[in-house]
């Protein structure tokens, strides 16, 4: 007869023998490869379970969105809004064809390292080295992406510890060994590490830039220049006076570029100058600053460079711009002969002696003119103690009694807490010295050997465009202090005879202290500082009349761009993380309170008979729980032999074993084992509980309020980390991807 019940075919690997017993020459189903398997069960499993982001709850969906949104704004959005304030066009103010040279100046990225904090362990001290290096690539990127400079100049400590690290002739004697114990351990190979991640920071991705700005220009379109110089030395570089190094500059030098310098940049002369190193000479020393016990027996060799670039740079200025005109126009180049002769071999030992520097490679030499002369040095020149760096200054702004003062007495301005301090140090000091300061801006701004003072403006520090000018210096550019300060420099020569009255003002300079561009130097909004130059000129480098009637009486403009506060991103996640888990709790609370059915709970037991089958293959339905047996007499002691082998009541005890079977059946199901709660435990489940007394068996057992409130808090924990887990999940792949997206 055959069975109501449907049978379920089962694929089997075996072979089929015929009536004959002759072995089949073929299989009924052939078995598959390992890698088929694997194949077939991942997709039975892909068919089986939902995605994972499916499984959130819409709260759990709603905190992981808001996550992703905080965490783009924090990581990509927050640099563009802050680059998009400093835009060109926002400050500029040329007139209407104007094509200015776009010039990006960067101080003191101080890359950390373990001479930043020598006290912090890992792994702080490696996060904080992960998140300040990410910080600068970004800013930086995102400056070359948006505002498209065309040339970029650091002003200094590129490296923190540069001149802790020892070069392969380092000697204590020579200053270039460190003279902390702490720091001999680190070598050669260590600094050209760093020197790698300034490098992977700053220079890869500039090179990515012009090359992108290449392939967007246009076939006949007059190509434009574009230039990184990062050669002007710091103290964190090389040193300070007498503690700079020779093998540390020379290494320095052989991978960043001289440190005294002269490029024309928008028909401007950019002068760097090694103050760092100039500071050493004797006469320039500052009474405060640490002096080497044992100075090097070639003292003259830190400074002689420096100084003599600085006593001839009025030659350097023309020199440089006769090249540059001779590069536009090569007609007036003047080609000289080339002879070849026979040397004898003490010759070779002797040294080449080089061209003087007024060669003439232009036709007409004599006739170029002066181009507006900008000064870099990486230290500020001297200023009076407690003169006022104006309101740009983010640590220690102007103080009430200052900004009172300033219109009143233009003079007797001061303000320590907004200047900075004069004072220096073990390898530093924050200002340079009066008599350095006074030859610098004399031989930088005019050729004629006067003597000059200086002094501070009367403290109005607003946007004037670069008016005051010292001869041809036009602006001085500076670093070292972290901060952004902002001060005029004026100049007022002597009495001719030898008077020693001032007769009056005949000039005056500004000079601006760029602010860092990296967040763990002090400074919680970090910046950089924009320059617009243009100055056009003709074949002789004079400048060009102006045809309109609004040109601007400077050829150099300059605007603060800060970027974002980190520390206020880390604050806003932190924040962010608090109401997530607050979020989190309080679903938790619901759910362990109201119940389960709308959870991830009752989600996780609906498709745990799913995860349990390793097969792959359609887990079978639950067996339906039985019903309740009839209820049957139960014999009485005084029932015959006859009565207890009656049919009727041997079937009612049969029945009775297979409802008991049944039951013990059904609780081994991985389905209803699920239901371990009493809460969830179906009513004809077989319990492991004791029995209770009759009067107690139908009464629900009550806890004592610390056990429920224990019970309580466990079920909302357990809760609530089943809930933060998949969100932290898909928040961290998000924040790993946009990392290295961005």
């Known amino acids: 007869m055959p069975s109501s019940a449907s049978t379920a075919s089962v694929d089997v690997d075996v072979d089929v023998d015929d009536p004959d017993g002759a072995p089949s020459s073929a299989r009924r189903r052939t078995r598959p490869s390992v890698g088929g398997r694997l194949f077939r069960q991942a997709t039975r499993r892909a068919r089986h379970h939902r995605p994972r982001l499916l499984w959130l709850h819409p709260v759990q969906l709603l905190v992981a969105l808001s996550w992703m949104l905080v965490l783009w704004w924090g990581e990509h959005r927050a640099y563009g809004a802050a680059i998009e304030r400093c835009q060109w066009r926002r400050w500029e103010d040329w007139p209407a064809n104007a094509q200015p040279h776009h010039l990006l100046l960067i101080a003191d990225p101080q890359l950390v390292d373990p001479h930043t904090y020598p006290g912090r362990r890992w792994p702080l001290s490696r996060l904080t080295t992960i998140y300040t290096d990410r910080y600068m690539h970004r800013a930086f990127r995102a400056l070359a992406h948006r505002l498209q400079p065309d040339t970029v100049i650091f002003l200094g400590d590129l490296l923190d510890g540069g001149r802790e690290w020892a070069t392969s002739t380092s000697t204590s004697t020579s200053g270039s060994r460190s003279a902390d114990p702490r720091w001999h351990r680190y070598g050669p190979a260590f600094w050209m590490a760093e020197r790698a991640r300034f490098e992977r920071i700053f220079v890869r991705a500039w090179t990515r830039h012009v090359r992108t700005q290449e392939k967007q220009q246009q076939p006949h379109a007059a190509p434009r220049v574009h ?19 020779l093998a540390v500059r020379a290494r320095f030098e052989t991978w960043f570029g001289p440190g005294n310098r002269v490029d024309v940049v928008g028909n401007h002369s950019v002068v760097g100058l090694d103050t760092v190193s100039l500071s050493a000479r004797p006469a320039h020393a500052s009474p405060n600053a640490d002096v080497d016990p044992d100075p090097d027996p070639d003292v003259e060799a830190r400074w002689r460079p420096a100084q003599a670039f600085l006593d001839t740079l009025p030659a350097r200025k023309r020199r440089a711009l006769a090249r540059v005109l001779v590069g536009r126009e090569p007609a007036r180049a003047i080609r000289w002969p080339h002879r070849v002769r026979e040397l004898e071999l003490g010759d070779l030992a002797a040294p080449t002696a080089q061209p003087p520097l007024d060669t003439r490679i232009h036709r007409d030499y004599d006739q170029l003119a002066a181009l507006p002369t900008i000064l870099l040095t990486h230290v500020p ?107 005029v420099h004026r100049r007022r020569p002597h009495k001719a005879g030898g008077g020693g009255g001032v007769v009056g003002v005949v000039g005056a300079v500004r000079e601006i202290t760029v602010k860092s561009i990296s967040w763990a130097m002090g400074v919680r909004r970090p910046g950089v500082v924009l320059v617009s130059l243009w100055n056009p000129i003709d074949g002789l480098g004079r400048p060009l009349p102006s045809t309109s009637t609004s040109a601007p009486a400077t050829t150099i403009q300059s605007q603060l761009c800060l970027l974002p506060d980190q520390l206020a991103i880390f604050m806003r996640y932190g924040a962010w993380l608090a109401l997530t888990l607050l979020v989190l709790v309080a679903r938790a609370v619901v759910v362990a309170v109201v119940g389960s059915g ?45 009565h207890r082998s009656d049919p009727e009541h041997k079937h009612a005890r049969h029945d009775e074993h297979d409802y008991h079977h049944h039951r013990r059946v059904v609780s081994s199901h991985p389905y209803y084992s699920s239901f371990a709660d009493p809460a969830h435990r179906h009513p004809l489940l077989p319990t492991t509980t004791t029995t209770t007394p009759a009067r107690n068996r139908y009464r629900p057992r009550r806890l004592r309020r610390p056990a429920a409130a224990a019970a309580l808090l466990a079920a909302v924990a357990a809760e609530a980390g089943r809930a933060l887990l998949p969100v932290a999940a898909v928040v961290g792949l998000f924040y790993l991807g946009l990392g290295w997206w961005w």
């Open 598 to 642: 709308g959870g991830a709970g009752g989600r996780a037991h609906s498709h745990r008979h799913h995860d349990d089958n390793d097969g792959g293959e359609k887990a079978s339905p639950p067996p339906p729980l039985p019903s309740s047996p009839s209820p049957s007499p139960s014999p009485s002691p005084s029932s015959s032999p006859s």
């Open 227 to 245: 230039k990184l110089i990062a050669s002007l030395p710091g103290n964190h570089d090389v040193g300070f006076g007498n503690g700079v190094g």
């Open 381 to 487: 020149l001297y200023r009076a103690p407690g003169t006022p760096c104006g309101p740009l200054r983010e640590r220690w702004p102007p103080s009430a009694s200052a900004s009172a003062s300033s219109s009143a007495s233009a003079a007797t301005v001061s303000d320590d807490g907004n200047a900075i301090a004069v004072r220096a140090g073990y390898q530093y000091q924050n200002v340079l010295g009066a008599a350095l300061s006074r030859e610098i801006i004399d031989k930088a701004g005019r050729e004629e050997d006067e003597d000059v003072n200086v002094d501070v403006d009367d403290g109005n520090h607003d946007h004037d465009h670069g008016r005051g000018r010292v001869g041809s210096l036009v602006r001085v550019f500076s670093g070292d202090d972290h901060d952004y300060c902002e001060v």
